[in-house]
Each structure stands twice: as structure tokens, then as C-alpha cells.
């Protein structure tokens, strides 16, 4: 009988609890990728930053100011698949945005795929490239389906990376058309949105828009190797056939994207149907025009201080539908920064120039004269040369022999640090520098050689208008911010990896982990 009455008492103390707990869980997960974004000047422009943006988020939430990236050559792909996936790139195949097609001997976007068309867009883009789940994966299957997952951001690959593979949608600008497009591989592609006549389509809004300070020049100081104090102003050109990707490097970009997510979030109702959404934002602090810190400091510090804006609006809308207390945030960086530009001249620090396309040529005559004629250099691409594999298995010679002899000729040119053939990065890892090679590559699309160029020296691309590529080896300090109901703010004092995010917000979420993902979550206090 007492164990009767004991059963009853417990009964009773235990369902309104399991009922606050699910009232309490989030009902809207809102991940927000800052391609870019610093910790360091984070802190540095902290004190122009109004109360509701970032330093909501650095005074509420869980912050974390280092988060590493073990693995080399970072992008705007390679970045957002780790983040969401929760894995390295060896597993969730996502290598670069652009890859090294052997059967074209030429670049694709590692996006493409021929079996899905765009939708207001010429670019057949889809999300089979990832070989694993995404978080925005687990949040659909969560909910059978019925929960929403979009993701909006100015470019392709973080919308659709972000989104993983079943989001209802992910939107992006059209680089030709300045439109909001999207892809047929998702079934939902909201019509209003990319409408040409949607009121915050780029192509409606440029043609009387300019982006001038928000504050005063004399304001901007956190930056110290900028070179001017003059007051800028930029307009979009209609006959400039780059203006929309000039645009997507300005902070007018992130105003776009917010506009687009509330939209989404209104007229989606997220957040507000009984089932667990997901919305995925991608914000840019690229420097001006893909330039340096030196040129466009200023353009840099006010780009900070309007995604300060943009997050107080986005926040502000969210706590007006959903509520805050009902929504978990997140918020990271892509971990690199291309705003590095090269030393002058005068200062006698040594420096130089690779070209890949010569460095191909000489490396394909010297295979030619131990070999016999043959095209036996098919290619280069993030830093690997790519091997004529077909016309060595042909000729009968042994395919690591000609790796080998490749790698002695490349260790003797100028601008190479050091040279890692693929058998020595997978079979024979024996140190750190292929560890990281190794947790970077996908068997699918890498090449033959892989080459550590010098730092302080340039990479010139001669067949895309002589891009150049600043050879820099810095670590970027890249935070992590969290908020979430119930979970106190706190600093995370240690580095953590970036495959502990996804994990992370898994667990407070009471959900699966992506299938790729073997990170321990972050030890955060509850």
C-alpha cells in the first residue's frame, strides 16, 4: 500500500515537471554564420555597438573567443560544412568552394550538380556534396518532417550548406541578376521571394543606393594599419557587370539578409506552430571588393557596426513572433580573413610571386623528359597539382614513382616551403603539417601533390584577370556566441573545435548529433 501511495506522490511531482521542460525547449533554432567575423575586432569596435546586437549576445550568452579549424585552406564551404556537419572535411567531403574537375581539367563549384535546375537563377546547384547529415538535417528528421528549416544568406554556398539536404529552402542572391533565387532540389522555393519584383530584391534597390559611414570617420580607430580617415562613399553602377558581386561585400548585403529572414520568419511562422524550426542566416565581413584592411579599414569598422544593427533588428523581430525565451541563437565565423594585403617593397621582407599556370608548364616538361611526351601536368588547384593518372596507368608507369619525381622537381622551385605527395599524407602521416592535410582532402577531388607555398608570398592566377593570393600563416581569433532559454551566460574559457558546435547545440536542443559527427559536445553550466 505504501509503495501504491509512493508510486502516486511521485506520479504527481514528476509530470509537471517533464511538462515544464517541454515548455521550456526551444521551439525556433536560429544559426548565424558571419562570414569573416574576428573576435578580435569584435572587441576593439565593442564600444560603438549598441545594447541589443552583439552585446546581447557577449552579455547574455555562452562566449567562446577561440574556435580552431584543424584543417588547411578555409573557405566559405569548407567552413560552413564543418559547422554544420559537426565533422572535418575528410568525411563530410566538402573540400573548398571550388574543386579541381579532372575530366574537364577545369574548376567547378563543388555545388554543381546538372540533375537540378535553378530556380530564377542559371546555376544548377544542390547539397549532394555532403556525404554526411547536417544539424539543419536533424532538426527536419526531429519532427518528421514538419518542422521548417530555410536558410538565406547573399551566396549560394552558405545557403545551401547551411541548409543541408532537406530544407524546405535556401535562398541566395543571383550574382547576374540580383535577384533572391534559389534550387529545384528543394521543394519549397517561396514565391514572393524570388519574384523579380520582390520589394528587397538588390536589383529593385540599387540603382538610388550608396554605402556611406553610419558614423563619423573619426570614430573608426580600432583598426590600426588603415591607411585613410577620408569618408567613403559607394554606389552600384547599372552598366557595371560586377555589381552585385560588389554589392554581396557590402554590409547592404546583411540588410538583405535580415529583411529576407523576417520575412521567412512571419510569413513561415516559425517558431510559432508546436514543432521545432530552424532558420539559417549567413552574414559577410569580407573586406570591400574582396581588398585589403590597409585600402578599405574604414569600409571594415562600419560593416562591423551595421551587423550590429542587423542583428538588434533581427532579434528584435524574433522576440515580437516567437519570443526570445523560446529560441536558441548561435552564432560563429568561417575562421580565416583575406583582408591581409601584401607588405611594400621597402620594407625588405622577403616576398614573391607564384604562378601556377608556369609552375605546371615547368613541372610537365621535366616529367616529359623522364617520361616521354604527354600532357602529364592536367592541373592546379588549392595549392595540389593534379596528375595525368590515365596516361600513367596507360603507359604502364608506376603512378607513386611519378609523385615522387614530381615532389623532388617542385621542392627545388621557388616560393615552396614544402611538398607532400597524396601517398605520404595518407598512408605514411607522420606529422602535423599532414595530419591537417589530411583531415582537409576528400579522395574524390584531391590531386597528386600538395605544396606549402612561403609565407609573404603572392599566388597570381593568370587565367582570372592575375588574381593574386597573399600567402599569410596567421591563426584568425574566431568566436562562438550561444543563447539559449535556460542556459546562463558564461565564458568558455579554452579553445574549442569547431565540430564541438554542431554536437553543442544538439544536446541543448535534446536531438541528434549529425551521423558524421564524434565531437564531444561543449561543457557549458546549466
Request: with cysteine; proline share 4%; charged share 20%.
Amino acid at each position: 500500500m505504501n509503495k501504491v501511495i509512493a508510486s502516486l506522490l511521485l506520479s504527481l511531482i514528476v509530470v509537471p515537471v517533464q511538462a515544464q521542460t517541454a515548455a521550456d525547449a526551444p521551439q525556433l533554432v536560429v544559426g548565424i554564420t558571419v562570414d569573416q567575423l574576428r573576435s578580435d575586432y569584435l572587441y576593439a569596435l565593442q564600444q560603438l555597438f549598441g545594447e541589443k546586437g552583439f552585446n546581447r549576445m557577449l552579455r547574455d550568452g555562452v562566449v567562446c573567443d577561440e574556435v580552431l579549424y584543424d584543417f588547411p585552406l578555409l573557405d566559405r564551404a569548407i567552413s560552413t560544412a564543418a559547422i554544420y556537419t559537426g565533422t572535418i572535411p575528410l568525411y563530410n567531403g566538402v573540400v573548398a568552394d571550388e574543386v579541381f574537375d579532372v575530366k574537364t581539367r577545369k574548376k567547378r563549384h563543388i555545388l554543381y550538380d546538372d540533375n537540378y535546375m535553378g530556380n530564377a537563377t542559371e546555376d544548377n546547384f544542390s547539397a549532394t556534396a555532403l556525404q554526411v547529415s547536417t544539424l539543419s538535417d536533424e532538426v527536419k528528421i526531429v519532427g518528421n518532417g514538419l518542422g521548417r528549416v530555410y536558410s538565406v544568406a547573399p551566396d549560394a554556398t552558405t545557403a545551401i550548406l547551411a541548409g543541408g539536404h532537406i530544407a524546405n529552402s535556401a535562398l541566395w542572391v543571383d550574382d547576374k541578376t540580383g535577384r533572391w533565387v534559389t534550387t529545384t532540389y528543394y521543394f519549397d522555393a517561396p514565391a514572393h521571394i524570388v519574384h523579380p519584383y520582390y520589394e528587397h530584391t538588390p536589383a529593385q534597390l540599387l540603382d538610388n543606393t550608396s554605402w556611406a559611414p553610419l558614423l563619423s570617420a573619426e570614430q573608426y580607430t580600432a583598426l590600426p594599419y588603415q591607411m585613410r580617415t577620408i569618408p567613403f562613399k559607394h554606389s552600384f553602377a547599372r552598366n557595371d557587370i560586377n555589381r552585385y558581386k560588389v554589392y554581396k561585400t557590402t554590409p547592404l548585403a546583411n540588410v538583405g539578409v535580415t529583411d529576407v529572414a523576417i520575412d521567412l520568419l512571419k510569413n513561415a511562422s516559425l517558431g510559432q506552430r508546436g514543432q521545432l524550426d530552424m532558420i539559417n542566416i549567413g552574414y559577410t565581413l569580407a573586406p570591400y571588393k574582396n581588398g585589403t584592411v590597409q585600402e578599405y579599414g574604414l569600409e571594415l569598422q562600419d560593416a562591423y557596426v551595421r551587423l550590429d544593427a542587423e542583428l538588434a533588428r533581427l532579434f528584435e523581430a524574433i522576440d515580437a513572433t516567437v519570443g526570445i525565451d523560446k529560441t536558441l541563437f548561435f552564432i560563429t565565423s568561417t575562421g580565416y580573413f583575406t583582408g591581409e594585403g601584401r607588405e611594400p617593397s621597402f620594407y625588405k621582407i622577403q616576398s614573391g610571386e607564384f604562378y601556377p599556370k608556369r609552375a605546371v608548364s615547368l613541372l610537365n616538361m621535366y616529367l616529359m623528359a623522364l617520361y616521354g611526351n604527354g600532357d602529364w601536368v592536367i592541373g592546379f588547384s588549392d595549392n595540389q597539382f593534379y596528375l595525368n593518372r590515365t596516361l600513367i596507368k596507360d603507359k604502364a608507369f608506376d603512378l607513386e614513382e611519378v609523385r615522387d619525381k614530381a615532389a623532388q622537381f617542385l621542392m627545388d622551385m621557388q616560393g615552396i616551403q614544402d611538398v607532400y605527395t597524396l601517398q605520404r599524407i595518407l598512408l605514411r602521416s607522420t606529422n602535423e603539417n599532414t595530419d591537417r592535410l589530411r583531415r582537409g582532402l576528400s579522395a574524390q577531388y584531391s590531386g597528386d601533390i600538395f605544396v606549402e607555398l612561403v609565407p609573404g608570398w603572392e599566388v597570381v592566377y593568370e587565367d582570372h584577370e592575375n588574381t593574386r593570393e597573399y600567402i599569410r600563416h596567421n591563426a584568425v581569433a574566431t568566436p562562438f556566441m550561444l543563447l539559449a532559454p535556460n542556459i546562463p551566460a558564461q565564458k568558455i574559457d579554452y579553445p574549442i573545435d569547431v565540430t564541438q558546435i554542431a554536437p553543442t547545440v544538439a544536446r541543448i536542443l535534446r536531438i541528434r548529433s549529425p551521423n558524421g559527427s564524434t565531437a564531444r559536445p561543449i561543457h557549458i553550466a546549466r
